[in-house]
């Protein structure tokens, strides 16, 4: 088993420590308050923030979060990749609630580092089989009619490296290549319409401007249904990580595809078999074949809390917190169990339930200090049900690190530490 | 007239600027697109950026916009307020799109600037009318049952300069004083409910941490119905602009009763009639009387560009973006007149409609350079219509600087510039 790095590692020391000293409410329900204080700050004593004036307005034109949330950040393991501009940074979902990420803690996968585009020499060129090649300035797309969508975003290979067993110990590193907002853009199908797409256009090869050059092949299919080149995300302009300033959006379909920093989509008549769509991003098969494609993500699920880096400090009352989503449309329930899946309770969740966008899902229980198999499975409006791990290796054997969707288990102990684990 | 701050104009004129040089895309369909440009990035040259490796990933642990989008930031107005620490800074509208705000860009209201609450040490108190007085720490509350919930805030004193004609020349100035984000936090009802309200309990006094003690009266009524204790917004825990680590959410009713860095709540039988819900915060009518509380925003709209700040560069197709919003449940419908209310169309409501929050409309014009007086009205599902300036006025008279609802109204000049003005 590898254990999360350091940082991670003085983030859980610190909780720890902070869970003694003064207790305080709520008792009676079995909940009580504890937290390292200062006694001089709590009541009846007037605390020192509430003595002198603070901070004006505006000294912080772009806000910040609070210093005492600096250990709620995106993180890489080093290990997993030979250079930082080829690699990942993982959301925190342990440290976040609710559906929507913010910002600046959305995941990171680039393949060239991230482009730093000037948003006056952007261009979108489409050619190929169309009747009019045209090009695009950010001016262009932005004056256009627009769509707004909550969409989950997940790279193919979140939870890739858990296909040979537990490996990393904490969400943010199992499941942490996922995050949810609201794009603001231009429906693909309007471009295209404008462009004219020929009778034999069938497929877009789309490329991003970052090094890479990062392209996939869409099917037209696709683009004409639910794609947009987006330029917003949570209502400002997107982040530089995230694509600025466009970048394809392809609900519920593999993060790879969501070409950032996108400057050019041909169409053509069939599929391109790029690098990224072939070695790489292709579930491998154990007689050592690749399937082709594998575009949209199954439904899954985990529990953010408690988890390795959010472990449990207290007997009594808790809330086990998690995120569900599925490339097919909507959540239709997600149940959890305490004992490694064999038994299982249906999960509340709660806060919008929208198409190819996370839910939130929460079960309560009352924890007496008995180790436990925490588990939670989505189930969508198809019908599917999220598999075990067992079950899909079955199936696709160990060969691949992408797509896979499988049940997670945390082992809570009794101190109320959470591990990695797999169950029988 | 009151012209925008030299940072606006500055920005204005880069905009402006920028509209001239190449030509792209769209032409057949009157959209063209033009933008400041350094040829050796365009097409078919390779840009600079696609060229060498950027940055890696996590070299923004917690990332940040584009430098860019720098002149995408709140903003103040000095002359408005006496002191920074009791100002406001003001969300950039014009400058985002869809319905949530990011974080960074939520407006700011301090009556004592920004309190810097130690999470170890922060605490509130139910008391009073009360069985069991508690005191929770962080802890406790983040431990409870909790609810995700995308509301808008608005500050009573929103559009308040506008009683008197039209003052401040730009959305993010005349209304501003508004952002829309998911919270996640506790029930009220529930804490009040471990606390055992006694049955004479009709009131709380809600009371922050900050340096001004800032406190309102609340009817038990709105708490034991949607109000929370809110820690975080848009997933991540609260900013301390906006009351870190816990807020009192009361949605759909004024923003100073959402009270930040709370630390007390008292039970009692009647209100407290304090200076921020008396002498501050109500409507002074034209007879020198004060109405005695006005809770509910009314339903409100604004057109966000084109604005002041966001001028149009062109001719053509051009799409009218705004918010509109209600705090007696859902929008209903937005109108939008491009002739200063003699004639009105429906305008399409985009993104989800939920209760207690912005919705982002939009029309769709083909704009010949003609002079127009852009407005827009909301309707709620209640059956109210937003009304004029004037009607306001005959009723309310003009001593007030709260609950102005009335419609906005954008003169679009020959030359692409938007000025705020008053017609009728």
Known sequence: MIKDDDKTRTSRRRFLAGATGLTAGLAAAGVTGVAQANDKNLPPNVADWSKSLGDGVAVRPYGHPSKFEKNVIRRDVQWLTASRESSVSFTPLHDLDGIITPNGLCFERHHGGIAEVDPHDYRLMIHGLVERPLIFTLEDLKRLPRVNKIYFLECAANSGMEWRGAQLNGCQYTHGMIHCVQYTGVPLKLLLEQAGVKPNGKWLLVE???????????????????????????????????????????????????????????????????????????????????????????????????????????????VISGLAWTGRGKVKRVD????????????????????????????????????????????????????????????????SIYHNNGIQTWALKANGEVENVEVG
Chains 1, 2 share one sequence.
């Open 208 to 318: 991003g401007g970052d090094a890479s050059g990062l392209d996939r092949s869409l099917p037209l299919e696709k683009a004409l249904d639910d794609c947009m080149i987006a330029y917003r995300m949570n209502g400002e302009m997107l982040r530089p990580e995230q694509g600025y300033p466009a970048r394809l959006v392809v609900p519920g379909w593999q993060g790879n595809m969501w070409i950032k920093w996108i400057r050019r989509i041909k169409v053509g008549d069939q599929p391109w078999y790029t690098r990224e769509e072939t070695s790489k991003y292709t579930d491998l098969m154990p007689s050592g074949k690749a399937r082709k494609f594998t575009f949209e993500m199954d439904a899954k699920s985990v529990i953010t809390s408690p988890s390795p880096q959010a472990p449990l400090t207290r007997k009594g009352f808790t």
């Open 336 to 399: 959890v169990s305490l004992d490694g899946g064999r038994n299982w309770r249906t999960a509340k969740i709660d806060g919008p339930v929208l198409d190819k966008a996370c839910v939130r899902f929460y079960a309560e229980i009352e924890w007496n200090g008995e180790p436990l198999l925490l588990q939670s499975r989505a189930m969508d409006e198809t019908g599917y049900v999220q598999p075990t791990k067992d079950a899909l290796r079955k199936i696709r054997g160990v060969n």
